[in-house]
């Protein structure tokens, strides 16, 4: 028999130590997988279509289906517990994985991350998260600190243990994700306010620390981690970046990292965050970090005037005075 995949919308409260319990002994036998874009993980599956789980790295990093007697029974308890665990012809396959960044451990989604509600985390977590660590080097403590669209909560505990920030509030418009960030949180001991809703619209009060990795992949897929909206995918950042502008206390920041679509060599996004900030009381960086991602984009119909798509880090600062 064969169970139909159960959407992440569906984990509950109840399901939160299982997961708990479920990081911590993957901490305690040292497991760690870095996992790289969906075109990579799929080219490395492809060596092998039937090759099946040999450890709990194939497991939480790979998504491989593994036989039953391959995991400790705590382990497979804790899934089955958070209702976690698929049944594929007499094998079993875990419907999340398990990432390391920066010496913590993090839930998100297995592959592939096709479902609406899927939680994404690959190589632009970690490229957000040196940027972060670049930024907030010598970032004042206190004050209120936002993760818009936090996803996994990664970006969150990267820029909480820099800023030190009284107060940590993640905004998701996907429950999944809280739900799976609020297990990651506590896991890396971070306290922090979790609010289902749209950037900031149920934040209130001026903020400190603006910190965000906008969805920008341009076109409606359906996938809220990917889908960026018109202009290139730049529509979500945009949105974004004005309604942070509007919230900002003095001296406060936004740091942003996302792509960017570059259009006979001008940056299209930087230009329109220029324009947000012209005249107004504030000082606004660029950096590319990395000239050409997601070149496969480019053969996509909303693509057809792009030359490349970069990955840029934005810091907008509001003047004290």
Not at 150 to 164: D, P, Q
Not at 251 to 257: A, C, I, S
Request: glycine fraction near 8%.
């Amino acid at each position: 028999m064969t169970l139909r995949p159960l959407s992440l919308r569906q984990l509950d409260a109840d399901s939160e130590p299982a997961l708990q319990s479920l990081l911590e002994a993957l901490n305690q036998s040292g497991h760690h997988f870095v996992p790289p874009s969906p075109a990579t993980h799929r080219r490395v599956l492809a060596r092998d279509p039937h090759r099946q789980a040999r450890n709990l790295r194939d497991v939480f990093g790979w998504s491989l289906p593994f036989a039953p007697n391959l995991m400790p029974a705590p382990l497979l308890n804790a899934l089955r517990l958070a209702d976690l665990l698929v049944e594929e012809e007499g094998l079993l396959r875990s419907r999340v994985r398990v990432a390391a960044l920066e010496g913590e451990l993090f839930l998100h989604s297995a592959y592939p991350t096709t479902r609406p509600d899927a939680v994404f985390f690959g190589p632009d977590t970690y490229r957000f998260a040196a940027f972060l660590k670049a930024e907030l080097a010598d970032a004042p403590s206190g004050g209120v600190l936002v993760d818009i669209g936090a996803g996994s909560g990664a970006g969150a505990v990267v820029a909480a243990r820099l800023a030190r920030p009284a107060r940590t509030i993640l905004t998701d418009i996907n429950p999944a994700a809280l739900r799976l960030a609020r297990v990651n949180l506590r896991q890396a001991r971070c306290e922090a306010e979790l609010v289902l809703g749209e950037g900031l619209d149920r934040v209130e009060g001026s903020l400190d620390l603006v910190i965000a990795n906008p969805p920008f992949i341009a076109g409606e897929d359906g996938h809220v981690y990917r889908d960026g909206g018109d202009l290139h995918g730049a529509r979500v950042t945009l949105d974004w970046t004005k309604a942070a502008l509007n919230r900002l206390a003095p001296g406060g920041r936004l740091v942003l990292y996302t792509g960017s679509a570059i259009v006979e060599g001008q940056d299209r996004l930087f230009q329109a965050v220029e324009g947000l900030v012209a005249g107004g009381p504030f000082e606004l960086r660029r950096q590319e970090l990395d000239p050409d991602i997601f070149g496969e984009q480019l053969s996509e119909p909303a693509y057809a005037d792009v030359e490349r798509i970069a990955a840029v880090g934005l810091s907008v600062r509001r003047r004290s005075s």
